[in-house]
């Protein structure tokens, strides 16, 4: 019989997804409308296929599909019920069949598309979403026609980015009579990633108008990223840093070292203890000499790789070795007793002019009594100038360090010194030296004269400054990601709470109303056995979204949250925990307030799992303008002296990992503890400025 015919003793039962063409239920009976359902009834399963109904709806296999549908008032309930959760549905959705014309869509879809629904029902889906005649090279719908599998693509049409995944409809027999279409807004997913593309090309090109070579490998020990400067130091193929691989790096640049054995090992050990700093000198076959700084690179107060800075030293080590020749040069020559003192001087004084570093020499009162033209050049005075200016030549901020140095020496309590200052030259610049001060006999008994080597390394001091600014900006950015990741985790729980956890409570209770209407008794008993899982995934889901967004603290505040956690998280037999708390506010970064109570958190943690406590304090005062939070316990306690010996050496995420997640947030931590005398953790952070006319 066709499906438009009539059989006179067979009730046909209506599709339990109409097609939007259909008139309205108030339509096409006058009759009164059904009993108003409960917002929290559930709708009728789309994918349901009554045994004599045939639509573009998915296949369920026999033993899974529930019963026929009742049909009248209930079933035209049940038909309002099921649009309003199709419509409901934020996804843009839309239902179509062989012929790409639109069987059913949503209002999300109808409104991105400016119509109404009954306006797109019936008419090809590639004239109405992307303006053509026939459908495009990469539609999806045909692809999922041909092979009966889900397809996914992503589109720019209607001036959105969106992401469409289609999946087939088949009939009981299986054959493919549509597909189902969601599409999802994934316009502003997009301009975020174009924005952190463009922060890393930023990052990227800083890093490459620096002086030094830069290396960033991941804790696998993969090439994340070099700078320019990098390849060209150490003349590695393109090919090579593509592939990421460090080994094959190692292998490359080894032969190049004087000694690579002691290279690796050093690399190797660094490795195997990721939160050291290291600081090194590596000579080259070749003559180049490079100075080495490793430190690692942290994400979240964790560590996820390590940065390495090379910096071409070769042209200062030789002028080091250069200025040790001539310092032993010069004092062998000051000190030399001979007959040949004509000699010897003119030696002196050649050396003394043509040398390539300043040099000057210095009564015992710090008087200039000579100076070369190179030292001259450096600062940019004559002699006479140099003296007449004195000590205004050196910076006030630096004046008082460089004087008690030189009254250090003139006392006799030192012979040399080494000091790095800031001076004046004479065009007004301000310029850093590098001054090497010796103190050598002279030929009257009890006198003295020192003999100075400046080395101007203005330079060195601005890259050390950049340097410092980059390593600024790369923790900023961590702070900044692990708020977007705290926001994330928080949005990701909203939307838990909001749609998955709704509609799990509606079908459990559906279901519990379901084995109510005169089922078998296996039905009834598999009906519980699904509710049973329900409620476990429902039990899930609100763990789940508490861990993620963590409500308490977003709703009622840090202090009001740490209560809570004190009141809950302990088992029955656990200890007792006491929160105490001042009334002055506290205020604040998002950022600080997330940390302090997950770390409060996992403190408590290690209390009730290691420490034995029975009873356990927490405070939470303000002094001045920091916050003081302390936890205490009367639990077995531990050397803490011996453990923070070990800070750092670990991966664990224990009391000490604490430490590490304060820093970039400016905080503290002390442990204080004895094995049998309990623990207190100390967390010391500073709060926000109070805004403009509020009490503190």
């Not at 090579?240 to 004087?258: C, E, K, P, T």
Request: one cysteine or more; a neutral charge.
């Amino acid at each position: 019989m066709k499906n438009g015919d009539s059989d006179p003793k067979t009730v046909k039962t209506p599709s339990p997804v109409p097609d939007q063409t259909e008139a309205p239920s108030s339509e096409r009976k006058k009759s009164a409308p059904p009993e108003p359902r409960p917002a929290s009834a559930a709708p009728k399963a789309p994918g349901h296929t009554p045994a004599s109904g045939k639509g573009l709806i998915p296949h369920i296999p026999n033993g899974l599909a529930p019963p026929p549908l009742p049909s009248g008032d209930l079933w035209e309930q049940a038909q309002i019920e099921w649009q309003q959760t199709f419509d409901a549905v934020p996804d843009l959705l839309m239902v179509l069949d062989q012929k790409h014309r639109i069987r059913r869509v949503n209002r999300a879809m109808a409104s991105l598309l400016k119509s109404s629904p009954r306006e797109l029902v019936g008419r090809p889906c590639y004239e109405v979403v992307h303006r053509s005649s026939t459908p495009p090279p990469f539609c999806p719908h045909v692809q999922t026609l041909a092979d009966g599998r889900d397809h996914s693509t992503e589109l720019q049409e209607l001036g959105r980015s969106l992401l469409e995944t289609t999946s087939p409809i088949k009939d009981p027999e299986g054959r493919i009579l549509g597909s189902l279409h969601v599409c999802r807004d994934i316009t502003d997913m997009k301009q975020a990633q174009r924005s952190l593309e463009e922060a890393l090309s930023l990052t990227q090109a800083t890093l490459d108008s620096t002086a030094d070579g830069i290396l960033v490998v991941n804790r696998d020990g993969r090439i994340v990223s070099c700078n320019r400067k990098f390849r060209a130091m150490w003349h590695l193929p393109e090919d090579v840093i593509a592939a990421g691989d460090d080994d094959q790096a190692l292998f490359l640049v080894m032969d190049q070292l004087v000694d690579p054995q002691g290279f690796l090992t050093r690399v190797r050990e660094l490795y195997a203890h990721p939160e050291e700093e290291s600081f090194d000198v590596l000579y080259f076959k070749d003559g180049r000499v490079f100075e080495r700084f490793s430190q690692p690179q942290y994400l979240g107060g964790q560590i996820v790789g390590r940065v390495w800075s090379f910096r071409d030293v070769t042209a200062r080590k030789q002028a080091e070795q250069e200025l040790l020749k001539y310092r032993d040069r010069l004092e062998s020559l000051v000190t030399e007793r001979t007959n040949a003192l004509v000699e010897s001087e003119a030696r002196f004084r050649t050396f003394f002019e043509e040398a390539p570093i300043g040099i000057g020499i210095y009564d015992r009162k710090g008087r200039l009594l000579a100076m070369n033209p190179a030292m001259e050049q450096t600062l940019g005075y004559t002699l006479e100038e140099y003296n007449k200016v004195g000590r205004a030549l050196i910076h006030p901020e630096d004046l008082y360090r460089v004087t008690r140095l030189f009254v250090e020496m003139a006392t006799g309590r030192r012979d040399s010194y080494t000091v790095e200052a800031r001076a004046f030259h004479r065009d007004g610049r301000v310029i850093w030296s590098r001054a090497h001060l010796t103190r050598l006999k002279a030929k009257e008994r009890n006198s003295w004269y020192a003999l100075g080597l400046i080395e101007d390394i203005t330079s060195e001091k601005k890259a050390q400054a950049e340097i410092s600014a980059y390593q600024e900006k790369l923790r900023n950015l961590a702070t900044e990601l692990s708020l977007t990741e705290e926001r994330e985790r928080r949005q990701l729980a909203d939307d838990l709470h909001d749609h998955v956890g709704q509609i799990l409570a509606l079908t459990q209770i559906k279901l519990g109303a379901l084995r109510h209407e005169g089922l078998s008794p296996e039905a009834v008993t598999k009906v519980d056995e699904i509710r049973n899982l329900l409620g476990q995934v429902i039990r899930y889901t609100r763990s789940l979204t508490f861990e993620l967004g963590l409500p308490i603290l977003h709703d009622l505040g840090l202090e009001a949250a740490i209560e809570w956690l004190a009141e809950h998280l302990p088992p029955s037999d656990g200890p007792v925990i006491t929160v105490y708390r001042d009334p002055h506010p506290k205020p604040l970064a998002e950022a600080a307030t997330m940390l302090v109570f997950r770390l409060v958190r996992e403190v408590l943690t290690n209390i009730i799992k290691h420490a034995q406590a029975k009873r356990v304090t927490v405070s939470l005062t303000r002094h001045k303008d920091k916050l003081h939070l302390k936890v205490a316990d009367d639990g077995v306690g531990f050397d803490a002296r011996k453990l923070a010996s070990q800070l750092g050496k670990t991966r664990s995420y224990g009391l000490f990992s604490i430490k590490e997640r304060l820093k970039p947030l400016g905080g503290q931590l002390k442990i204080f503890s004895r094995p049998g005398q309990g623990t207190q953790v100390d967390i010391i952070l500073p709060l926000e400025p109070a805004a403009p006319g509020s009490s503190s």
